[in-house]
């Protein structure tokens, strides 16, 4: 079956310079992707005739659906629907149906209509009006030679609601659209190469109608399959079966799936084995806990943290002893031993995660430069640490070492729970 | 003086088919902006050998600057570099230095270099090298016929480091751009339509060449000021007559300029005033430690923090009264307070400052909905607390009340030293 493929088109000097987020065209492509349409091209133009009207007839020569967002306000600067009218060479008319709506719309509010809020009602001739029950610029459906054109304001709530009530189901009438499935696979502890080196048999095994794309960041490797075909059942379980047969190459490092996030994944597990957790901070100051706490519910497993930044406050408020700072410095694998427990024993946890190290820019030495960080976990039984070395990144440092504790966390729990 | 054009190809499905927000495109454009060069296309294809080669040749025939995001990892699915060898018909060779930075990078994380990994290393003969400091992918510069065209990563922070260390040097070098001065004037603690209103005068008043832009962001705005010109000292001069006249309308609410954040501006307060500082964190859980942190050097004025998730560490950590939790509950002026003036004995630090709140999703009661929020502020002379009332959203909660925060510790050290 032939791909339904669209294009997206946005309209406006604002998104080109950067002075606002395109959020639009992203929303719109995951809806076209679980419609079963596939977005081959997002395209983001000023508000310029010439650009307009080579971008409308580009698109049209390369899919069968154009979408387009922005450029239907009433002021002068708004291009996109007198071009429509000229693109399919069809006048703009009022609209009755339209006129009424934007009366009304007025109306409710107080306000008288003016001249160029009358002009909203104005659509070219050959258009079907899409209903905007949220504003007062009306979408527009064109069909040309079995192409579809939609335009939908930019404001992003008006946009989704005519998109998930009008434009999605009129395309899925239109078009004979194959079902499309997606997993994705979080994982933590490998690189992207080391990954791939590890599942490449698993990979070249993969049916035709499956494809996998890397999706790395941050310490982490997301492994996106998408499957197409025209049952959703069979879908899932073609894709659990794959999932089956990696799962033994990658398991370890596999934390979770879809959009749940590794400090997510951690909250679950510790729920899961009733156990508590604090953390004690040194290079990270507060991040790795930001990171727990980011999760809703959050306070439910989690008690406290201390970020420690001076020894001062890492022998008064974490009991590390003056001797092990002296012997090893702060950045060593003793301390970090010792915040773990410390914090542990302080908060009164089942678990105490620490981190210390030099972040950087400043304060790296010939034996220990920027970017060397211990991390240790600690429960009633053990206390392990790590040794990391990073980049010269300050924020980067940051980051990296406090989702590599969570990923210690997640195998120390795993190993003794 | 003819406009320097740019566009932006951003390649990859993970972004074509929404599965991440392409944020990187909104940022070179804005950087582009700064340099005097005009934006005039987005365009965002997948992993698609036909559709990536006719963007490049459709970008070239338009405009002078290609800039390309994506594609450049190691894995089969990334066809960016293979591509751009065979449109500028140059043979992919190992870049000896680019193989030595590789090997670099994995020997200092203790890894072999594998063969996927030794493939970062090779690049198209005809292109200049771009050295990419944080990551295993170099960028690559392209001419022909007076064109530039530019490949780099996609990782965020990869390529911000690249454009900013390297790219936009050598593009500014390499065209005759405009000279452009850009000075940004940052506000907090005032809204945008009200101090729009402020400064509606000074705004009208602007000289033809400078250009006035408000961009709020979580609790702050900043006044970007773009002077156009031939001349860089007269412009710098213009736009600093512009400021004298500002700040006697806007004084209270500016904490600085150009690229410093206000967790910067605190940091060069407490220096200035030898004041050391500790925070005590419930609803921010962290993360008002994390930006104060994340400033260079911070452990010069910053001594660490408690974050109290439960009461049992409000009151063994940092001696909140039982007697305050009963009676005011945890989110209360009386608890913010005593949280203040705990950790600043705790800590010893002349300044304590806390935060205690809802930040939802769950947790809110009719008295206290999601969003309340109560900050503290405690030195050796005073405490003073203020209520905020904030939104439903749980990140967006945390990351306003540690910006609040800071703002209050600003205006206190201001006014008390």
Redesign the interface.
């Known amino acids: 079956m032939e791909d339904v493929c669209a294009e997206i088109i946005t309209i406006g000097d604002e998104?080109?310079?950067?002075?606002i987020?395109?959020?639009n065209?992203?929303?719109?492509?995951?809806q076209l992707?679980l419609a079963g349409i596939k977005?081959?091209?997002?395209?983001?133009?000023?508000d310029?005739r010439e650009?307009i009207l080579t971008a409308f007839a580009?698109a049209e020569s390369r899919v069968h659906i154009i979408l387009i967002t922005g450029g239907l306000g009433p002021t002068k600067d708004d291009l996109t629907k007198p071009l429509l009218a000229e693109y399919f060479n069809s006048p703009l008319k009022i609209n009755d149906e339209a006129l009424s709506q934007v009366k009304e719309f007025f109306e409710s509010r107080g306000h008288e209509l003016t001249a160029i809020n009358r002009r909203q009602a104005e659509l070219p001739e050959c258009c079907k009006k899409i209903t905007n029950r949220l504003g007062t610029a009306p979408g527009m459906w064109f069909e040309k030679e079995g192409k579809v054109f939609v335009s939908m304001p930019g404001v992003p709530l008006e946009m989704k609601t005519i998109m998930t009530e009008e434009v999605i189901p009129k395309l899925c009438d239109y078009f004979d659209t194959p079902i499309i499935y997606?997993k994705?696979i979080r994982t933590i502890g490998i690189?992207?190469?080391?990954l791939?080196?590890q599942i490449a048999d698993w990979?070249t095994g993969l049916p035709e109608n499956i494809?996998?794309?890397?999706?790395?960041?941050m310490g982490q490797v997301k492994l996106?399959l998408?499957a197409r075909g025209e049952n959703e059942e069979y879908l899932k379980n073609q894709v659990q079966q794959e999932i089956d047969k990696l799962l033994p190459l990658a398991e370890k490092y596999v934390y979770g799936y879809d959009q749940e996030e590794i400090q997510g994944a951690i909250g679950k597990l510790l729920l899961k084995y009733g156990l508590t957790l604090s953390?004690a901070?040194s290079c990270?100051?507060?991040?790795?806990?930001?990171l727990?706490?980011?999760v809703?519910?959050?306070?439910d497993y989690?008690?406290?943290?201390?970020?420690?930044?001076?020894n001062?406050?890492k022998m008064?408020?974490l009991d590390v002893k003056e001797e092990t700072l002296i012997a090893h410095g702060a950045v060593s694998e003793e301390t970090a031993k010792e915040m773990a427990e410390g914090i542990r024993n302080?908060?009164?946890t089942s678990i105490g995660l620490s981190t210390t190290g030099v972040a950087?820019?400043?304060?790296g030495t010939e034996e220990k430069p920027v970017g060397t960080v211990w991390i240790a976990y600690s429960d009633a039984h053990r206390t392990v640490a790590r040794k990391l070395?990073l980049?010269?990144?300050?924020?980067?440092n940051?980051q990296l070492t406090a989702t590599i504790a969570l990923n210690l966390l997640r195998i120390q729990i795993l190993k003794n729970y």
Request: overall charge negative; cysteine-free; aromatic content about 8%.
């Open positions: 998104i080109l310079f950067g002075q987020v395109d959020s065209s992203q929303w719109i492509s995951q992707s977005t081959t091209r997002k395209t983001t133009i000023g310029v650009d580009e997606h994705m690189g992207e190469s080391f791939s080196e990979e494809k996998l794309a890397y999706l790395p960041s996106r998408t953390t901070e990270t100051g507060g991040y790795l806990a930001h727990v706490t980011s809703p519910g959050s306070s989690f008690q406290g943290t201390v970020v420690s930044y001076s001062e406050v008064n408020q302080k908060m009164k950087g820019p400043g304060g070395q980049s010269t990144d300050r924020l980067l940051i």
